[in-house]
């Protein structure tokens, strides 16, 4: 008797032991599903990584899709070492389609919004796994993704954003549909479009050093335009986007400054407007109002 009664303490006590190191390991287990990037006791600040697109203007195109599965930002370290470099903060790491031609005219979708480690970040890399056009006729192009399913589409953040402790820092990446799917063939040929090239273009805007400006395309007699381009330029082009059926337009992320606008349609003389203020963290209107072009003396 007393020699099964010490089996059954032994056999209690390696049981509540075996608990232990069971508790010991889930804990562990849990600890190591936080963000790996966050250290101990590290000041943290909240960013949010919104996306928007400046739209492809083909009228056969209903869906532009991207698959992302994976996105990080780079945090610039003054004594960063030489063999790894600045460190990388993984900000989303899920698969998830988005159609980019629904991200128009002021339209965002927040990819990101998460307590990260408080510092500069000057670099995003965004994974794509896949990418597509689908047509209003319902055939489907699939365009291949250049290094973007390995290495991330690298986009540089000009100014760095800086994250600081309690407060919120937030990101734009401006995807341009209009440059990144290319079309190869001709919509005005026999042949008619043989598919797409994927090149993709996008900007990283830091909104809390950035503007936005919208308004409205119409004609002299207050008419709305759809589908007119309207375009900003700073020594160059720096985005594209088109007026929508009701005639009005936005453009995010544009830095301070004073730029050249215009705004064309077939049709009409195109207009270019000097001297649009831009001021951060504030909303520019600039209106078009667009004249016939003059067929007659051509």
């Not at 056969?60 to 991207?66: G, H, I, S, T, Y």
């Not at 953040?157 to 341009?176: A, K, M, R």
């Amino acid at each position: 008797m007393r020699f099964k009664k010490l089996m059954r303490q032994k056999k209690t006590r390696l049981s509540l032991l075996m608990a232990a190191v069971v508790t010991i390991f889930a804990v562990a287990s849990c600890e190591d599903n936080v963000n790996d990037d966050l250290m101990p006791g590290a000041d943290t600040g909240k960013l949010t990584v919104r996306m928007t697109d400046a739209p492809l203007n083909i009228d056969l195109v209903d869906e532009a899709n991207v698959t992302i599965t994976k996105i990080e930002a780079r945090q610039v370290v003054e004594e960063a070492e030489e063999d790894t470099g600045n460190p990388f903060i993984t900000l989303y790491n899920q698969t998830e389609t988005y159609n980019l031609l629904e991200l128009r005219n002021g339209v965002t979708e927040t990819l990101v919004d998460m307590e990260i480690p408080t510092g500069d970040y000057d670099l995003i890399r965004l994974y794509v796994d896949e990418a597509s056009l689908t047509l209003t006729n319902g055939q489907t192009y699939d365009v291949k993704v250049p290094s973007g399913q390995s290495t991330g589409i690298k986009v540089f953040i000009d100014p760095e954003i800086q994250v600081e402790g309690g407060l919120t820092s937030e990101l734009l990446l401006d995807f341009d549909v209009s440059k990144s799917f290319v079309m190869k063939g001709n919509l005005n040929t026999p042949a008619g479009v043989k598919g797409f090239n994927f090149k993709p273009v996008i900007r990283a805007v830091n909104k809390t050093t950035a503007g936005r400006i919208d308004g409205m395309v119409t004609d002299t007699a207050d008419a709305a335009l759809n589908e007119a381009a309207v375009w900003i330029e700073k020594d160059t082009v720096i985005t594209t986007t088109y007026s929508d059926s009701t005639g009005s337009y936005a453009i995010l992320g544009i830095k301070e400054g004073t730029y050249d606008m215009y705004a064309a349609k077939d049709g009409y003389d195109t207009l270019k407007v000097s001297g649009v203020e831009v001021t951060a963290g504030n909303k520019t209107t600039q209106n078009f109002e667009l004249m016939p072009a003059d067929t007659t003396s051509q």
